[in-house]
């Protein structure tokens, strides 16, 4: 199984995570959900995702959901996922790539994985008056 | 064939499509409603929610009970997505054969005064529609998404 790491400007990320387990179902291993407070040193947010990190990489790989492009959860990430395999920082997280990484990862190689949570993502973004309602 | 037979008011929704169509591998959502079969904006909206690569059926309580028994035997993998027991109730009548049957969604309403779990709210309608679905040889389960722990439903409605 893949495993998960999701990593947000405070909570956003935990209550991302309460809500995709209410669609998919509690999510019982292989997942973590780190938390950057505006309190946390630079020096206290790098050892807390290389933690993470080292902690929960394993064969099938392991994909970061961060939420801004740009902002320190991927600033500080990136660099640390560099020399790691089979390791995917995604950005721009929302819940459709939550309960889309839950649901195909055990289903899912890595690969397919990444296309998979990036294309549901993409697909969220719309708006739905004008693609369903007719004029 | 029929791979779930399932009462959900919610239809396709997030756990239908995130959860059990990839869990069960379903390619094909069988709606049953009346309604919803003569609405055609929530029509769109049901296909819009539907996962790319599955068909989506929409039919009424009469089309079905023509339609089910072929799919159960069709190399399709179809889930029977039902909005309440009625629907249930009305296809056992016209003859169709429902091993099991998951109680996924019933939300609160007026009267629905029992709750069992995060999702079910059931009247004493609805827990004499159990007990004629369960008497009628239908395993009953209740289980929003696959991987909760399946409800007794039966024993909780019996107390």
Request: charged residues 25%; proline residues 4%.
């Amino acid at each position: 199984m893949i495993n998960i790491i999701v990593i947000t400007h405070g909570e956003f990320g935990a209550y991302l995570i309460e809500a995709a387990e209410g669609i998919v179902g509690a999510q019982r291993e292989g997942l973590r959900n780190i938390s950057i407070s505006p309190r946390m040193t630079l020096e206290k947010v790098k050892e807390v995702i290389s933690a993470a990190m080292a902690d929960m990489h394993g064969a099938d790989g392991l994909v970061l959901l961060i939420d801004m492009p740009g902002g320190t959860p991927m600033n500080v990430a990136l660099p640390l996922a560099r020399d790691i395999e089979k390791c995917a920082v995604i950005c721009g997280v929302n819940i459709n790539m939550v309960t889309s990484a839950f649901a195909y990862r055990q289903a899912l190689d890595f690969d397919r994985l990444v296309v998979k949570i990036m294309d549901d993502g993409r697909k969220a973004i719309c708006e739905v008056k004008s693609l369903l309602m007719k004029k | 064939m029929l791979i779930l037979y399932r009462v959900d008011d919610r239809l396709v929704h997030g756990q239908v499509a995130e959860g059990w169509v990839p869990h069960l591998k379903a390619d094909e959502l069988a709606v049953v409603s009346d309604d919803i079969a003569g609405d055609e904006l929530r029509r769109a909206i049901m296909r819009f929610a539907t996962p790319e690569g599955v068909d989506l059926k929409i039919m009424t309580v009469a089309e079905a009970a023509v339609y089910l028994p072929e799919a159960q035997t069709s190399a399709h993998r179809v889930l029977l997505l039902l909005p309440g027991l009625a629907e249930a109730l009305a296809l056992v009548d016209k003859g169709l054969k429902i091993p099991a049957l998951n109680i996924g969604g019933m939300h609160y309403s007026t009267g629905k005064n029992l709750s069992i779990g995060k999702a079910l709210f059931l009247s004493d309608e609805d827990c004499a529609a159990l007990k004629t679905l369960s008497a009628s040889g239908i395993a009953i389960e209740g289980r929003g998404v696959p991987s909760d722990s399946p409800v007794d439903l039966m024993a909780a409605i019996a107390r």
